[in-house]
């Protein structure tokens, strides 16, 4: 008797001990829930009316619990939303899912609204049935103001590219309406130059003194070296604007049919070629036999004063599936401190009686390049030959 | 003598003097009937307007500028070569213009050269030379086309 008393004793004892841990726990659990301020958590019983309300809540929607609870949880949604069946159809829901996150505009007490997510979680007892939910809410509306921002933003930059591009593409037609014009307005009155010198020429051919038929010579060649210029800008302006047909380009056959054209100007020449066997390219064969024709003619014309020319074109391998073609000459050079200039519109390193030239053949050489994705680059001593590199695409291995 | 004429189409005076010089040189610049623009040219081969009493044969070619007033050359083509009449005329668009676009629309309205005027005199009296060559004395017309002598 005295055993069994003394066990239930113990028995009760620790009853209440656990009870009371229980009661500490839940209590402990209540002030944590309620002294969180950045989170509304709060109940709701099974129809949606509110059961408890904490701090955050309080923050968050303006209510104090006092005035809340008890209230239906649908007093937070919008009138739009309140209408179209939104907190019935949440909650409903939740039972289905058992928790549902939600995102949406709430309102305040005062009528402001928020940008809400928020957590629903629906509450079971042991038997399954509905006690109620938990939700959880947070303010984010700076969140999605920063993302509407970000979209807003966004549109904007695209509104502004595509003004940008129309405004480049106005720009551009009117450079080729400008190019147009300078193709056939501007050589229009130097053909008139030349042509009227020349039947001035024939004309007094008997009659002229020396130094007049010198002026009319150098009118004459002053017209026809405009034009040679307004040609060569056409030429680069041209290789920059048309659309490149990339194809495998055999090179070798290339240069064969650049010789021949650049044969005229070979005359009375003594020239060593050394051309090895190139590989395939991967390019546009219009643009890149103009390229080879300056590397060309450039080396043939800088090896002038030679009693004999040397020109080589060979090759070595480059990065990234490249490989790097090169035109050596054994010519006047140039001295390395010019480097920069030398691709340069413009950009001539010698006068012109001593060589000829427009001073665009090279710049025209590194836009068609450039295009290609690859790069140029010389190498010179200066009375002891060039050497003018390309970088460009091996074609890639047939079948 | 009746011979084959040849049809100029060139609103700028400078270069209708300097192509009559060209052609000079080479004697054929008798042959070269001269109208100043798109709708002159159209008058002369139908033989209308200013043209209405005139007894001229067609051309044996047209050498056509491409930029000219009132009616350009792309225009004339258009309509000689829609012609069945006039389509067999040979046509040598002859211009300052090597802009792509200019040769390929000429080409695709089926002209039958381009030819850019040169800048230096020599070069120009020397395509002058070919023109005239090719296409009045050695190009043999169509059977339909007008009569050679």
Redesign the interface.
Known sequence: MTKRNEETRREVGERKRAEAALIESEERFRLLVEGVSDYGIYMLDPQGYVVSWNAGAKNLKGYQPEEIIGSHYSCFFTEEDIAAGVPMRDLEEAVRQGRLELEGWRVRKDGSRFWSSSLVTTLRDEEGCIRGFSKVTRDTTERKQAEQFRREFSSRLERRVAERTAQLEAANRELEAF??TV???L??P???I??????LNKRERERLDPTSARYLRII?EA??K???LI?EL?ELS?TGR?DMRVHRVELNALLDEVRRELAPTMTNRKIRWEISKLPPVEGDSTLLKVVLINLLSNALKYTSPRREAYIGVGHRPGENGKVVIFVKDNGVGFNMKYVDKVFGVFQRLHRDEEFEGTGIGLATVRRIIHRHGGQVWAESEEGRGATFFFSIMMARAEG | MNVRRILLVEDNMNDVELTLAALEEHRMSNQVDVVRDGVEAIDYLYKRGAYSDCLHTLPAVILLDLKMPKMDGLEVLRRVKNDLELKNIPIVMLTSSREEQDVVESYKLGVNAYVVKPVAFEDFVAVVKQLGLFWVLINEPPPDAPPRS
């Open positions: 190019s147009y193709s056939h307005d050589r229009a130097l053909r008139h030349d042509g009227f010198v020349q039947l004459g017209a026809n405009m034009g040679q040609d056409l041209r048309i």
